[in-house]
Nanobody, 123 residues
Framework: QVQLVESGGGLVQAGDSLRLSCAAS????????MAWFRQAPGKERKFVAA????????YYADSVKGRFTISRDNAKNTVYLQMNSLTPEDTAVYYC????????????????WGQGPQVTVSS
């Protein structure tokens, strides 16, 4: 079992930056492939980014590539999502997720989820 607790959401203006954090407790954090998903109002939850166990490999949705950066600090049991050049289309609830096996952008394959902080970007 692993518990995920996110922080860092809020209200920002278009063009601003925001960093989300996801702190994990429970089993060894470095055993988990980590990812971020987001769900906009009235829409399905979608993949944003993922990072491998050591942080050596990262993956991004096309919509955020070049603007968002996923990283992790295994010593702190934390994964981050740095979001730059935010637009109103980035407004969503952002979820941290974990799975033991390798890369996937399919939300149904992730075993553990955080509570999801709200990120709102005003124009």
């Amino acid at each position: 079992q692993v518990q995920l607790v996110e922080s860092g959401g809020g209200l920002v203006q278009a063009g601003d930056s925001l960093r989300l954090s996801c702190a994990a407790s429970g089993r060894t954090f470095s055993s988990y492939y980590m990812a971020w998903f987001r769900q906009a109002p009235g829409k399905e939850r979608k993949f944003v980014a993922a990072i491998s166990w050591s942080g050596g490999s990262t993956y991004y949705a096309d919509s955020v590539k070049g603007r968002f950066t996923i990283s992790r600090d295994n010593a702190k049991n934390t994964v981050y999502l740095q979001m730059n050049s935010l637009t109103p289309e980035d407004t969503a609830v952002y979820y941290c997720a974990a799975r033991l096996t390798g890369y996937s952008d399919y939300l149904g394959s992730y075993d553990y989820w955080g509570q999801g902080p709200q990120v709102t970007v005003s124009s």
